[in-house]
């Protein structure tokens, strides 16, 4: 079989979208930083357990690919979730309840921020061990293959977890299988607090599905927009029966690995000129402003729908009651009888 | 259905699955074409095709790792690890995915999957051939772990481990494999997942084992029976987990003496989970302490030591003689 990969030219030429497109995308991912913002508040007013690892300045790369899917397809992540969970439609006060461990959570207060599910939106976690969910994502697509469906999983994972060994018995398997599975690598260039330059000397990590004949390409993912034809490209990939495909999305992270993170490994400079430069949020309000899609005051009116969408998640979040002790000794098996 | 051996038993319970829920998918190392290392899966390639009796490449950790992810979906994979000792790198499928999808998910989703491996000793094999390590699976919540002793019994168990909603870890305990055979009717019954088997009552003293190690168990009843006039009650735990600690317990309680039998090595074998249990619950019926017979807290050795490593009738015998100096 003959596999290419190249680097996607997304920052060279952008691709068109329209007014709608431009404004869905700046609402989701506002959305999701805003959302995140407030869950790094909670955490810091001690109402968040179970670690909280926030997805801000990454946003473009879960609201791109989610314009891609259709009813039906499924998405499994890692533990940096929550942006995953916002943009594939699932109710901002279920996942910030489940934050907090209260019953209205999507896992009903025994999961937390790493381990929420949801079987309506086929979002399939949220998974703490670091590359371990990725065979996952192959096996839910052996279930669509098998039952001869045309859906797709997306299986997000990061560049640390590019470095797992299963990561890899698993590209084996998809190809071998053509498992129609998109391997989306989140590269935010840290693994916790070594970055990709220390830990490996693969010039790219997509360029390692060339050993299992698996095609793939490298994508900015601070342009929403390049995300999505990457990500349109990978799908159309998918369903056409011709296997998996690796997306190596460009990202960045602007806060700390997790909310307790000395930051030791790069500098505030870095950092600053990311969210100054390269912000997925302030390109695609660029692009609203400069195409006269919007005023500065419709925007703004967003930002407001925004945040009460946000404060009204964080208010319930705190007023859910907590799960009572017998539940302790639930779902442990399924119950007899 | 004729004498079956248990290897049989296991292929034909697995064709049953097969037949009977189009669900049922089989994966694993060299299961299809060439019928497992064992002959467990032997002929099914051919009835039932390659999408549903599928070969994997060499990955244990992915082929553990996909069946979670089939699961979820609702299929009922059942994935074969060729020997117990090649079982480590699907652990952390089976301990941080399998067995936590029903409790993180709150029951939304379960992981219906069958996680099937030959283990023990006693077959001339090299040590990770050999091994016993039921007592790490039967540590993590959420995971049932079943032992079948006999060709009936596998069948039966086997239907019951692929039909549950939960993840199963079925060992198979190969020096039995074509040890004896028996009837085995293909009625499609199922074993109960929770109920230790009293394979003989006596009145005496209570002897406690699982898989292959119920044969030197069995041989030590007879012979205590007919040596010492000593009738002892046997049970054959079948489910590690969850375990029947009652049915262990009456029989303790009308025995009051209690000798465990596994060929786990000692520490943190399961045998110090039921001891643990009975000093619990029933320690004022207990006549004599509660004695195990195991193989030592050594890795398991080559042939020529593999005789005084494992556990013998001998050994059985001496250990209930010596509960039995008990007044």
């Known amino acids: 079989m003959a596999t290419t990969t190249r680097r996607s030219s997304g920052r060279a030429k952008k691709p068109a979208a329209s007014k709608d497109e431009l404004l869905q995308y700046y609402r989701d991912m506002l959305l999701i930083r805003r959302f995140e913002e407030k869950a790094g508040q909670l955490y810091g007013m001690g109402l968040i357990g179970g670690f909280c690892h926030l997805y801000i300045g990454q946003e473009a790369v879960v609201v791109g690919l989610e314009a891609t899917a259709k009813e039906g397809d499924q998405r499994i992540t890692t533990y940096r979730d929550h942006g995953h969970m916002i943009a594939c439609g699932m109710d901002p006060k279920g996942v910030m309840a489940e934050l907090t461990g209260r019953e209205g959570g999507y896992s009903r207060g025994k999961g937390g921020s790493m381990h929420m599910f949801s079987k309506e939106k086929h979002f399939y976690g949220g998974h703490g061990i670091v590359g ?27 560049d640390g977890a590019a470095n797992q060994g299963q990561v890899y018995e698993t590209y084996n398997m998809a190809e071998l299988w053509d498992l129609p599975v998109i391997f989306v690598i989140e590269n935010n260039q840290y693994a916790m607090g070594t970055s990709v330059k220390r830990s490996t000397k693969s010039k790219t990590l997509y360029e390692r599905g060339v050993a299992y004949g698996i095609e793939g390409e490298q994508v900015d993912g601070m342009d929403v927009l390049a995300v999505k034809a990457a990500g349109e490209k990978a799908v159309k990939h998918c369903r056409d029966g011709n296997g998996p495909y690796i997306l190596e999305v460009m990202t960045y992270r602007y806060r700390g690995h997790s909310m307790s993170d000395p930051a030791k490994y790069r500098t505030r400079e870095e950092v600053q000129k990311m969210r100054d430069e390269r912000d997925p949020i302030n390109q695609v309000r660029d692009l609203l402003l400069k195409g006269k899609h919007a005023t500065e005051d419709e925007l703004k009116e967003i930002d407001k729908d925004i945040k009460g969408v946000v404060n009204d998640a964080a208010q319930f979040a705190q007023d859910s009651p907590e799960p009572a002790v017998e539940e302790l000794w639930t779902d442990i098996y399924a119950e007899a009888g | ?19 009977e829920d189009p669900d049922v998918v089989l994966l694993g190392e060299d299961i299809g074409r060439d019928g497992g290392v064992f002959r467990a899966t032997a002929g099914l390639l051919d009835r039932f095709g390659a999408d549903r009796v599928r070969d994997t490449p060499l990955a244990e950790s992915a082929i553990a790792g996909v069946s979670v992810g089939m699961a979820a979906q609702g299929l009922r994979p059942v994935c074969e690890i060729q020997f117990m000792g090649f079982v480590y790198p699907a652990l952390d499928q089976m301990l941080s995915h399998a067995a936590r999808l029903r409790n ?64 199963v870890v079925f060992l198979e305990p190969k020096r039995i494999y074509r040890a004896v055979r028996e009837e085995v009717a293909d009625d499609g019954a199922a074993l109960p997942l929770d109920r230790c088997a009293v394979l003989c009552r006596g009145s005496d003293v209570t002897l406690v084992s699982w898989g ?19 009738e002892a009650e046997v049970i054959d735990v079948c489910t590690l987990k969850p375990l029947d600690a009652a049915t262990i317990r009456a029989s303790v309680e009308r025995t009051g003496r209690c000798v465990i039998v596994h060929e786990a090595a000692r520490t943190g074998g399961f045998g110090a989970e039921i001891a643990a249990r009975l000093a619990e619950t029933a320690l004022v019926s207990l006549l004599a302490p509660v004695v195990r017979v195991t193989a030592p807290d050594t890795v398991v050795p080559l042939l020529k030591l593999e005789r005084h490593y494992m556990p013998a009738a001998a050994d059985i015998v001496a250990a209930v003689r010596r509960t039995m100096e008990y007044a």
Do not use: Q, W
Request: with cysteine; glycine share 10%; charged share 20%.
């Open chain 2, 1 to 19: 259905m004729g004498e079956l051996t248990m290897v049989e038993a296991v292929a034909m319970a697995l064709a049953r699955a097969l037949d």
């Open chain 2, 104 to 167: 993180r998910t709150r029951g939304r989703l379960s992981c219906p999957m069958v996680l099937r491996a030959p283990y023990g000793g006693g077959i001339h094999a090299p040590e990770h051939h050999s091994e016993s390590t039921e007592a790490l699976f039967a540590h993590i919540p959420g995971l049932r772990v079943v032992i079948p002793s006999s060709p009936v019994r596998a069948y039966g168990l086997l239907l019951a481990a692929i039909r549950d909603p939960d993840p």
């Open chain 1, 132 to 158: 371990a969910n990725v065979p996952l994502g192959a096996g839910i697509a052996f279930a669509n293959k098998y039952r001869g469906n045309d859906n797709v999983c997306f299986t997000y994972f990061g």
């Open chain 2, 212 to 230: 292959a190690m119920l044969t030197e168990t069995l041989d030590a009843a007879d012979a205590l029976s007919a040596e010492d006039g000593i």
